[in-house]
């Protein structure tokens, strides 16, 4: 499943969920109301302008979100209980590009009682360089080679890379609720 990390961390919640799986999300980092995850635009996941479809965007942001919400490693007053969206408020300020890696930074800004409050911010880099890219043109087809970077293992995507440009961002707020 969508388990593959960079940072060793993994999460509950992707352990069966096939969405996040078919998206290539990877987690870089988890923290009590924090989680940072990554993945790189593929072919089928843009629009027909050839930009990345608004609903991946959110879709990336939003496993962000969820990761940030619930706890990696529940306790037993978490038992039972689930955190989801109850709404959300997107802006996109730029367009992302096929082979671009995103990464998703969603941190807690406020919680009280069942509500919670997330920030969420998307990057989008070149995937060798990482420097923030800005046309389809500047961005390489190929998968990223493996001695691109000292950090990089077969398969994954570098580790010391910086986010990028800011190309979305939205605001959450969640609810926690029975599983039932």
Same mark, same amino acid.
């Given at each position: 499943m969508a388990e593959l990390t960079i940072s060793g961390d993994t999460h509950p919640i992707l352990k069966d969920d096939p969405a996040s799986e078919w998206m290539g999300i990877e987690v870089v980092a988890l923290d009590d109301g924090h989680a940072t @995850? !990554? +993945?790189t635009l593929r072919q089928?996941?843009?629009?027909?302008?050839? +930009? %990345?479809?608004?609903?991946? @965007?959110? &879709?990336?942001?939003d496993t962000a979100f969820a990761l940030a919400c619930n706890p990696a490693n529940p306790g037993p007053a978490d038992e039972g209980n689930i955190t989801v969206a109850s709404g959300v408020d997107i802006n996109f300020l730029k367009p992302a590009f096929r082979g671009?890696?995103?990464?998703?930074? %969603?941190? /807690?800004? =406020?919680? $009280? #009682? !069942?509500s919670g409050l997330y920030d969420i911010q998307i990057y989008a880099a070149d995937p060798v360089t990482g420097a923030p890219t800005s046309a389809p043109a500047?961005?390489? %087809?190929?998968?990223? *080679?493996? $001695? =691109?970077?000292?950090?990089?293992?077969? #398969?994954?995507? *570098?580790?010391d890379l910086p986010p990028g440009e800011l190309? &979305?961002?939205?605001?959450? /707020?969640?609810?926690t609720i029975s599983k039932k």
């Open positions: @995850i !990554r +993945m089928e996941m843009l629009n027909g302008f050839g +930009m %990345a479809h608004g609903g991946m @965007i959110f &879709a990336f942001g671009q890696v995103l990464t998703a930074v %969603a941190n /807690r800004r =406020a919680s $009280t #009682g !069942r500047a961005v390489p %087809a190929a998968v990223v *080679p493996a $001695t =691109a970077h000292a950090a990089t293992v077969p #398969g994954e995507l *570098p580790t190309v &979305a961002e939205f605001r959450g /707020r969640s609810r």
